[in-house]
């Protein structure tokens, strides 16, 4: 009997997969090779005899196509094993809350924790399904094991079910797509698809491809500690010169205000003293031309700074992350065309809209590989206010088994 995709995700998550941004091993948490062995050793267990896991963990297989020639090009499936280390991912405990009500669900009695549609509306879209939550104290971990959960229920069904045609199938499975190297050592070419489809997005319906352009910036600021009572002109504090640092930079222009298009700085981590300090932020923006800009108003508050306090005050290191995708997709746009039917014959409105984030499929469609993002049904990542729709995640399969024939039935016309 076929597992249903509330039974695999709730397996998955039950796996602490938590990748490490300090570490610099690949992948960067070797706790992320158990759910990669175990997915591996799954597929195997359906049958699927072009199974590999590399030793840069990356699980790879591919489904042989069904269909007489001329062949469908090769499609992908691809999802990512870890989770954000914004929020423990360890002792995962989902409660599940059937024909939800519309109303607050109590995660967490004791610290009164709550998910309320007054502040999240977007539960209302989902009254009369079974949701999955966490209990307030983790993460739920459905960016992106959903995503996994859903692929793996797809293969399976492709595999017993002869009767759907399609192409050949490739899927794969990748560490640490939440600290950006996700597909560091991934072999396009060994894959072998010539399009493919992250299963990493949100709520029902979801399609996407584009996201933002985005950067880091690792600021250091050297300041110079004299005794307090004696630092009249003397004292840099460079914990204060970072909070100075901090608001030459635009506050509106930050995700708690931005939403759409907007882009941000994204003030991530400070730490230091009176000697020294750090500070890290992100930086995101769709457009390339704002992002340079984004990025040359970063450099420019540090030349401020150095200017009033001194050369070599404010250092800032820039590292260019990924880039928007949209570019690279639109030479294809027949494969963003192709999901939407896919999610209309699966009878789900398809909701266009730009990734304010970015994914595997970012990276990968710089890789010459073409790589839309489709719904997996969840909300709220990386925080105890995470929730997904199971009726949602079936329909996120029925998605995937859609555009596998899709494909196939397009070569036949």
């Known amino acids: 009997m076929a597992e249903s995709v509330l039974q695999r995700f709730l397996r998955y998550v039950a796996i602490d997969t938590q990748s490490d941004a300090n570490s610099e091993t690949f992948p960067s948490a070797a706790k992320q090779l158990e759910l990669l062995q175990l997915l591996a050793n799954e597929l195997r267990a359906m049958g699927i005899p072009d ?20 062949l469908p090009p090769p499609i992908g499936f691809i999802a990512h094993v870890d989770t954000s280390p914004d929020m423990p991912g360890c002792g ?14 109590v995660l967490n009695s004791e610290k009164n924790i709550e998910l309320s549609p007054v502040v999240f509306p977007e539960l209302l879209e989902y009254v009369g399904h079974t949701l999955i939550t966490t209990d307030g ?19 399976e069904h492709i595999v017993s079910h002869p009767e759907l045609k399609h192409g050949d199938i490739c899927i794969a499975f990748t560490p ?4 950006g190297r996700g597909v560091d050592h991934f072999d396009v070419k060994k894959f072998g698809a010539t399009y493919a489809y992250t299963v990493d997005g949100g709520g029902l319906g979801e399609l996407e491809y584009e996201n933002f352009n985005a950067a880091s910036a690792q600021v250091r600021i050297q300041g110079k500690n004299i005794h307090p009572g004696y630092a009249k002109n003397k004292m840099v504090n460079a914990l204060q010169v970072g909070m100075e640092f901090n608001g030459l930079l635009p506050n509106v222009e930050r995700p708690e205000h931005t ?14 003293e009176v000697e020294k300090a750090t500070m890290q932020y992100l930086i995101r923006d769709h457009s390339y031309e704002i992002f340079v800009e984004r990025k040359n108003l970063i450099q420019g508050c540090a030349h401020v700074l150095n200017a009033k306090y001194g050369e070599g005050t404010v250092c800032v290191d820039l590292k260019d992350q990924y880039y928007n995708m949209r570019v ?30 970015g994914t595997d499929g970012s990276r990968l469609s710089y890789m010459n590989l073409p790589c839309p993002n489709i719904f997996t049904g969840g909300h709220n990542f990386h925080g105890k206010y995470e929730f997904i729709s199971l009726q949602a995640m079936e329909k996120a399969v029925a998605v995937i088994l859609n555009i596998a ?3 196939a039935e397009d070569v036949k016309e």
């Open 405 to 407: 024939s899709l494909f």
């Open 51 to 70: 199974m590999q896991m590399d030793e840069h963990g990356y699980v790879m297989a591919r489904i042989a196509a069904n269909v007489p020639a001329p």
């Open 328 to 357: 690279q997709v639109e030479a294809h746009f027949h494969i963003v065309e192709l999901a939407m039917r896919a999610m209309e014959q699966a009878g789900v409105k398809p909701l266009v809209h730009p990734i304010r984030g």
């Open 137 to 155: 104290a983790t993460l739920l971990g459905a960016d992106d094991k959903a995503g996994i959960a859903e692929i793996m229920c797809a293969a």
């Open 259 to 272: 939403e759409g298009y907007e882009g941000f700085f994204h003030l991530v981590h400070m730490e230091g």
């Open 92 to 105: 995962v405990q989902p409660k599940i809350v059937e024909n939800y009500d519309g109303y607050d669900i």
């Open 176 to 179: 640490d797509e939440e600290i």
